[in-house]
């Protein structure tokens, strides 16, 4: 089983920085790509960027150049650097571990945490 657990959600003024962190534990063998998704009020969860085990990076649009996605891979840990920040990045931020297995794409998910910009 697989645990992911993300940290560092609040409530900042737009303009703002904040720094999420994910944890990740368990049988993490296999574990590739990490993703972040983010679910606004009202809206599906999309996603916003990822990255791979060789440090590959990806971001969506309304993300790039504000947002930087890093990982640690010898702590299980990934963190995602959020500068600029616009109130329509109020969202929950939910942390996302994928591996291959026969395949298909097994996903882990954190219970996720809120990040609040205000005007």
């Known amino acids: 089983q697989v645990q992911v657990v993300e940290s560092g959600g609040g409530l900042v003024q737009a303009g703002g920085s904040l720094r999420l962190s994910c944890a990740v534990s368990?049988?993490?063998?296999?574990?590739?790509?990490m993703n972040w998704y983010r679910q606004a009020p009202g809206n599906q969860r999309e996603w916003v960027a990822d990255i791979t085990n060789g440090g590959d990076t990806n971001y969506a649009d309304s993300v790039k150049g504000r947002f930087t996605i890093s990982r640690d891979n010898a702590k299980n840990t990934m963190a995602l650097q959020m500068n600029a920040l616009k109130p329509e990045d109020t969202a929950v931020y939910y942390c996302?571990?994928?591996?291959?297995?026969?395949?298909?794409?097994?996903?882990?998910w954190g219970q996720g945490t809120q990040v609040t910009v205000a005007s």
């Open positions: 996302n571990a994928r591996r291959m297995a026969g395949g298909l794409p097994l996903n882990y």
């Open positions: 368990g049988t993490i063998f296999g574990i590739d790509d």
